[in-house]
């Protein structure tokens, strides 16, 4: 149980493109899922959290207007990396939060490529 | 403040047992957690333990947790070539809505 998928698994785009991330927990339901960013060889660092029906809460230094987030429904929410340039080059991880419990399972990241 | 401190890296023969340690600031802790990622892969939940917990065992994981210190520790047994991989130690603090603060991360490289 617990799994949690992303979509695409990578992705090369062109600057000034927009990409869509999708992130969906299939065998539970997450009112709370959050989105990461993670350099090479560097820890998570966390973006946003994202709550189902209403809006995503930003960290400290996120442009909320560059990284959109939906979570629209109890099992999926989507990263929007709008006007991407090659610094938005990164890993980009989604973990969704089993209420019960509050323990948070990843999914399995997107490397996003901007050329 | 929320701060969570790991060593770099850890060099293991297979079959040894693995000790990676984690400390961490916040004393307000309410889970603490391991997880495990692999080159290009998300994080896999080995382990967590609640803050009123001192020992969690299971299978070849043991989880310390010695609050006084604020140091949390993860024993791999008999160590396995698969092991390798980076361990993030992570904490989770209610008041701050469960958000997870990360460690830098542990490579562990099991030599054969």
């Known amino acids: 149980g617990a799994v949690v998928s992303q979509h695409p698994s990578w992705v090369i785009c062109k600057s000034g493109t927009s990409v869509k991330i999708e992130c969906r927990s299939l065998?539970?339901?997450?009112?709370?899922m959050f989105w990461y960013r993670q350099f090479p060889k560097q820890s998570l660092m966390l973006m946003a959290t994202?709550?189902?029906?209403?809006?995503?809460?930003?960290e400290q230094g996120v442009e909320k207007d560059k990284f959109l987030i939906n979570h629209a429904s109890l099992t999926l929410s989507t990263l929007t990396v709008t006007s991407a340039h090659p610094e938005d080059s990164s890993f980009y991880i989604c973990?969704?939060?089993?209420?019960?419990?509050?323990?948070?399972?990843f999914g399995p990241g997107t490397r996003l490529t901007v050329l | 403040g929320e701060d969570v401190e790991q060593s770099l890296f850890l060099s293991v023969r297979e079959g040894d047992s693995s000790v990676i340690n984690c400390t961490y600031t916040?004393?307000?802790?309410?889970?603490l957690y391991w997880y495990k990622q692999e080159p290009g892969a998300g994080l896999q939940l080995l382990t967590y333990?609640?803050?009123?917990?001192d020992m969690k065992q299971d299978q070849r994981l043991t989880v310390l947790l010695n609050k006084k210190d604020k140091h949390l520790s993860l024993r791999i047994a008999d160590t396995q070539t698969g092991d390798s991989a980076i361990y993030f130690c992570?904490?989770?603090?209610?008041?701050?809505?469960?958000?997870?603060?990360f460690g830098g991360g542990t490579r562990v490289l099991v030599k054969p």
């Open positions: 973990s969704a939060r089993d209420r019960p419990t509050y323990t948070q399972y």
């Open positions: 065998d539970f339901q997450a009112t709370t």
């Open positions: 994202s709550n189902e029906g209403s809006k995503a809460t930003y």
């Open positions: 916040d004393s307000s802790s309410t889970y």
């Open positions: 333990i609640f803050s009123n917990m």
């Open positions: 992570a904490e989770s603090i209610t008041a701050a809505g469960n958000k997870l603060t």
